[in-house]
C-alpha cells in the first residue's frame, strides 16, 4: 500500500526512523520489499533523477506497482530523490508518487524558499508531500559536487524561518554526513548539537538525515579481498540513528550501503564461480542478501516491528 511520508513520520516521530532506501533495478525491488517485510518495518522507496532516467522513469513504475501486488502486507512511500523543480512537477503530476523533494540547497536562501513555496503548492494540490533541504552536505549529488570543506550545517534559526515560508512536510538538514562511500575524511563528525537546536526551533516537524550510509567496514575489506579498490572508505555510525530519531530525525537515507552489497556480492561470486555466466544465480544471492542488508537496517533505525502499529494507524 502506497502512502505519503507524512503519515509513516505521524507514528515514527521522537520513536524511530524510517528507512529510505534508492532503487535502481528489480533485484533492489524484490531484495527491498522482502526485507522490509521479514524485519515488518515500513519503509520509503527513494527515486534519484538518475534512477528515472538509467532504463525508463516508467520502468520503475511499473517495478513498484507490480511489487505492491506481490507484497500487499507492505506499507511503503514513493519518493523522489533529490528533485530539482521541473523533475517535482513530473513527478507530482504522474499520479504515482506520493512525496517529492525539492532540492534547490545549493541556491541562496531566498531563491531555494521561491523554489520550494512553488514546488509545495503544485504537489499540496495533489495530496503529495514535499520534503525540502536547507544546508549542504558534501560529497557528491545528483547536480552538485561540494568539498567537505564547503558544505555548510544547516543555521536552526534560518530553518524554522524556511519551514514556516516554505510550507513544506519535512526538512532534510545538514548536520555533518555526506554522501557516498568517502565521508568523514576530515575532521567532521555528527553534530547532534546543531540537530538538537532545530528540533527546539520546530519541535513535532519531521526532519530528514542525507548521506546516512554507514559504509561496513568489512564489507569494504570484503570487497577489497575480491579485487576492489576502496581506500579509506568511511561512513555514519549506525548505533547512532536512535539517538538522532529522539532529535526529531524521522527519516534516514540510505543508498551507498546497497550499493556496497551489490558490489560485494558480485565480485566475490565471478571470483568463486569463474565458470557462471548465467544471471539468475548471482541476481538470487544478491536478492537475498540485499533483503538481508534492509532487515538489518530497519533494526538498527528502529522501524523493524512496527509495520502492524501503523497499519492499525492508517486505518484509523
Ligand atoms: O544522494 C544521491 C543518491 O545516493 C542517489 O544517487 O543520483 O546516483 O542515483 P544517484
Ligand atoms: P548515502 O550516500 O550515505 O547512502 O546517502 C544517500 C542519500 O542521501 C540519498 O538521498
Ligand atoms: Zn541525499
Redesign the pocket.
Known sequence: MIVTTKQLFEHAYGKYAVGAY?I?NLEQTMGLFRGNLDSQAPFII?I????RS?THKLMLEGLIRSADQVFPDAIFAVHL??GDEETCYDCINSGFYSSVMIDASHEDFETNIAITRRVVEAAHAKGIVVEAELGQLG????HVKVDEANAKLTDPDMAKEFVERTGCDSLACAIGTS??AFKFTGSQTLRFDVLAEIQKRLPGFPLVM??SSSVPQEEVERINAAGGNLKGARGVDETQFRRAAELGVTKV?I??DGRLVWTRVHREYFRDHPENFDLRPIGKVFMAEYAKFIAHKNEMLGSAGQLEAVRRLLKG
Open positions: 534508492n535502481n527513494q534519484s533523477k538518475g534512477a538509467y530523490d533529490h560529497g557528491v549529488e545528483e554522501h557516498g542525507h548521506g537515507n543508498d551507498t
